[in-house]
């Protein structure tokens, strides 16, 4: 029988993570090893001590950080945006409104390099890693944090086996805290905290693990740990035998309003012992391979062998380092080489066969990925098509197909994360900023209250003569009912949407490959069937819309010249259909005899100006008579 919330003592949470801690210990060891070879320590104490006694150098060639800086590389360039999908009718207008402020939250908080770093250490190297997303308070408002948890700082049930941990009965991640930190978060908690310190700092430096007061720079290790009580999510703060939060349901709902972890989490692979491991350790029996050889033939390759008689050589070992030496000298007795009493042989052979295992190593290497494919064929010269590129891609992309879809997968719950933080803490009226357009700034408005005044002036500007109406004669009136709210848009609290993760090709390939398509296609055909609006549309070039708009005028003017022009036609047509040139001359003559009219006109306008000018300084000033004429 579960015992009751009360009952719940720190031990008993702190059982919990001391089972992750025993349970995983090897696999984290194993995964801490996968990051030594990310990181080039890649030969152990004891090798490298060998490895001296030996005179041989111990090289390190850095394949494992080549693979995985190109398959982050490739999810960089594969990066997604969220966009909402509404789930009635009537969310249908507020959908683009959550895609714009998922889409700020993730701007807000860089969620693409966070997604990046799980994919490294999740996904590649280590194993497993997440984030939790959680409401912060910034300038007396609620923002959306989402911080990444690195593989050393989260735990979990070891029993769990899903790739998206959604068996697990608890979830946690460890925080050290400097103590004057920690006093601050947890005022109620400070006297405690002291007390703490003072029990641990006389404790014995080989203490049980795990530690929880590190007193040489005076911090202490906080679990935030959320597990299941009752069905739902709830949530401790402790260290040593301390609360520092008191269990208590998750302050944070999901999307039906029950209490949720905000932790997501994502592995790579499982064994069938629950050993969570990221891609890398099934490269590292190449990597020590690799490294191996080509330590093993650069020094068989430099050494020699020397078989001599007994008392041939005076001192032998001098005779072996001279032999090491480019310019070395040695000094035998007369006749020993002739008579075979001193034999000097080459490691060639031994250097060629470790080396030509070393080619294997590496080809089986490369293989593993595309990279190998795209270095090969541009140091031959080769230029590859738009298609050719995505082909090798897509290739490339099926040896980690499963990962990336744990990666996506991981991301679209981040996603419902933030939204569900939304609607929880976004009450207030908010703009967010959107900047899909590099030269328009708009804002979209959630929870935006629309007055009756607002309402009316709408539907006026829509053309609405019983609005406008009704506007004027409320305003003539001042009528206090224009400020009352007449409706609320986008009130998030309400709204219900799907959450998907839009598919992001490479783009910048396959623009290329058709804008290549298409210039080939104007070459062929000329720019009568294929528009230069059209191969410029297709291109990188940057600013093409602006140039696209200037190229295509403004559409009215280009309107009113069209029907000019029609009607020029049609004019042309007539007058051949008649053949009426007696009345194009008089056309003529007509349009002269206007000409002559309008500028009479204008001279006996200007006359008339003149004598008003007249009259008005003559009756302003009797005495003057100016002369006009001068």
Known sequence: MESSLEELTVEKLKRQFEEFDDTTRSARLSSENCRDYRDLKQWSADEIAELKRRKQAPLVIPKVP????????????????????????????????????LRYVADNVDFDQIASDVFE????????????????????????????????????????????FSDCTYKGLVVWMDLSEAKLQYPDKADRISELQASYSAGDTFEDKPRWVDN??????????????????????????????????????????????PIELVHGYITRDNERYGLVLSMLGLQDEINHRRSKALHSLSSKQVLYEQGVLPNPRKTVNELKKADGAVEVPQGSLENNRIQIRENADVGMSQFQLLQEAKSEMDARGASSILNGLSGEGVELSGRALRTIQNNAQLEIGPLMDAHRHWKRRCYRQMWNRIKQFWD?????????????????GLNQPVTVGERLQEKAREGDERAQAALQQMLAIQDPK????????????EID???????????????????????????????????????????????????????????????MAAQVQDMQQQIQQLAAQLNLEDLKAKIENTQADTATKVAEAEKKRQETQQTIIE??????YPDTRPNFNI
């Open 482 to 493: 224009l400020n009352q709210v007449y409706e609320t848009r986008n009130k998030v609290a």
């Open 216 to 261: 040489r720079r005076k911090r202490i290790k906080v679990c935030q740990h959320y597990f299941l009580h009752g069905g739902e999510w709830h949530v401790a703060h402790f260290t040593g035998e301390l609360f520092l939060l008191d269990p208590q349901p998750s302050p944070l709902l999901d999307e039906h309003g029950a209490p949720d972890c």
């Open 428 to 444: 207030n009226e908010r703009w967010v900023r959107v900047t899909d357009d590099e030269d328009n700034l708009k804002w979209v």
């Open 615 to 620: 009259n008005t300084v003559a009756a302003r």
């Open 121 to 164: 250490q999740g996904l590649i190297v280590e194993g497993y890693a997440g984030a939790i997303v959680e409401p912060v308070m910034v300038r007396e408002q609620v923002e959306i944090a989402v911080n990444f948890i690195p593989f050393d700082r989260c735990y979990f049930d070891p029993h769990s086996r899903e790739r998206d």
């Open 66 to 101: 080549a693979k995985v800086d190109f398959l982050v590389g490739m999810e960089r360039q594969q990066r997604t945006d969220p966009r909402a999908y509404p789930r009635t009718l009537a969310d249908e207008p507020s959908a683009d409104a959550v895609t714009d402020a």
């Open 497 to 559: 949407v799907d959450i998907h993760i839009d598919e992001a090709p490479d783009a910048v390939t396959v623009q290329q490959e058709q804008f290549e398509t298409i210039a080939e296609l104007a070459k062929m055909y000329g720019p009568q069937h294929v528009p230069f609006e059209v191969v410029l549309q297709l291109s990188s070039l940057r600013n093409k819309d602006k140039v696209l708009e200037k190229i295509k005028g403004d559409p009215q003017q280009a309107e």
